[in-house]
């Protein structure tokens, strides 16, 4: 449970193995609110009991013995970016970097995304996440099929947050039959650049479950 810690000697120990891996590099101390989501983070992540996947800290020192400085600087990371996160694919140490707000939930998209792995993230709906990441890859006939399965699904909602939430699933559903592919990943674009401009915080936590369930669709 929780976020193992890594250093210079035991990072490449590590990454590069036989495990996805979550790197976070931050100074040795940190606190206020990027901490306390990444501890929330690794917390939900423990819970999950994910097999494969590994969550890792490395604590840099400015000072006395600079402890770790060396894995800051081999990855290119500047101390006033604090923390940076980075994700190294099992057989790998080629890392892909979180460019994402310091959330529960867009660090949890970031996994969904980058891994295929299933997290409930909130908004979504398992039976229609399962659906959804057939989508893409289904020929016509088969999308007709999967549509139905997913309206019936909808029918079921009985509260209108998990009813909005079923709809939305619907929508991406129609728009990749009009517009194709790309959609999701275009729509995930769009929404990004609309929860950082200035509207209601109601509006934008309608936007972060749409954000949510947009993974599926991989």
């Known amino acids: 449970k929780g976020a193992i810690s890594l250093d210079s000697f035991t990072f490449d120990k590590i990454v590069g193995g036989s495990f996805d891996v979550l790197v976070k590099i931050d100074k040795q101390y940190p606190y206020g609110d990027k901490e306390d989501a990444w501890k929330d983070f690794s917390e939900r992540i423990g819970q999950l009991k994910l097999p494969e996947l590994l969550l890792g800290q490395v604590g840099v020192q400015d000072y006395g013995d600079k402890m770790n400085d060396d894995l800051r600087e081999r990855f290119d990371v500047k101390a006033d970016d604090f923390p940076v996160h980075f994700l190294f694919r099992k057989g790998s140490t080629t890392p892909v970097k979180f460019t994402g707000e310091v959330t529960v939930e867009a660090m949890s998209r970031f996994l969904v995304s980058e891994l295929g792995i299933y997290i409930g993230l909130p908004g979504c709906i398992e039976a229609l996440d399962k659906i959804a990441n057939g989508y893409l890859a289904a020929a016509s006939e088969e ?19 998990n009813q909005n939430s079923a709809k939305f699933y619907i929508n991406v559903m129609k728009k990749i039959n009009e517009k194709g592919a ?33 993974p599926s669709f991989n």
Do not use: G, W
Not at 182 to 207: D, F, G, N, W
């Open 143 to 161: 999308r007709t099929k999967l549509m139905s399965q997913a309206e019936a699904i909808v029918a079921e909602q009985k509260d209108d947050a």
């Open 182 to 214: 790309e959609y999701p990943l275009q729509e995930k674009t769009r929404l990004e650049k609309l929860v950082q401009s200035k509207i209601t915080e109601e509006k934008k936590k309608a936007m972060k479950t749409k954000l949510n369930i947009l």
